[in-house]
């Protein structure tokens, strides 16, 4: 499973010219978007909750998640004219990292909203990740497929386009059998992020 990833062909590009090229793609009816998620320590600045979360203050970074509802609710309506099914799968590994603590409480609000999250504990995906972790990917239908690129800081730095169709549809064997094997979002969220004390920010 994703065996060709790591070996395909892509064009590197830089945070603005990634965000035009996937609006552009996003619009263009694409039918479907599938992101995997795989990293377990990010930065988001700019997001207010995130900045909180940062900071230690726990309390509010939760309270300041509810200021993107308006936003997410915007984003599954444009889906939802454009008839574009957009799925997420999130990996988790155990500990829990402080940031992806974080995330699931935002991305409860997501599934809220209609957001189709499911979660996969990493040590149930280790046949998968023998050789290598899952790819952090973004797939757009058919026609476009994206590896986002962080910098040594762990901030989003644009992303590697991958146009290839037969790399495109193999990954996204891959996130569908993947996904069939995920947990509901709240099952998980309900067992394992529910019960956890804040986390310690360094």
């Known amino acids: 499973m994703f065996d060709s990833f790591p070996s395909g062909a892509s064009e590197r590009l830089m945070r603005p010219a990634y965000h035009e090229d996937f609006r552009r793609v996003y619009e263009s009816g694409i039918g479907f978007l599938n992101k995997l998620e795989r990293g377990q320590n990010f930065k988001e600045r700019g997001f207010s909750s995130w900045e909180a979360f940062a900071a230690g203050e726990w309390t509010e970074a939760l309270s300041l998640i509810e200021e993107k509802r308006e936003v997410y609710a915007k984003q599954f309506r444009k889906a939802s004219e454009l008839n574009v099914t957009e799925r997420r799968l999130r990996v988790v590994e155990f500990p829990v990292t402080p940031y992806v603590q974080w995330e699931l409480f935002v991305l409860r609000l997501r599934v809220e909203l209609g ?88």
């Open 115 to 202: 957001d189709k999250i499911k979660v996969a504990d990493a040590r149930k995906i280790v046949d998968i990740e023998e050789r290598r972790p899952v790819p952090e990917v973004v797939i757009l239908g058919d026609v476009a497929m994206y590896e986002v690129v962080y910098d040594d800081d762990g901030n989003a730095a644009g992303a590697k386009r991958y146009a290839n169709p037969e790399l495109i549809k193999e990954t996204s064997v891959g996130f569908n059998a993947l996904y069939g094997r995920a947990e509901s979002f709240f099952d998980f969220f309900d067992r394992e992020i529910s019960p956890l004390p804040p986390p310690v920010v360094n």
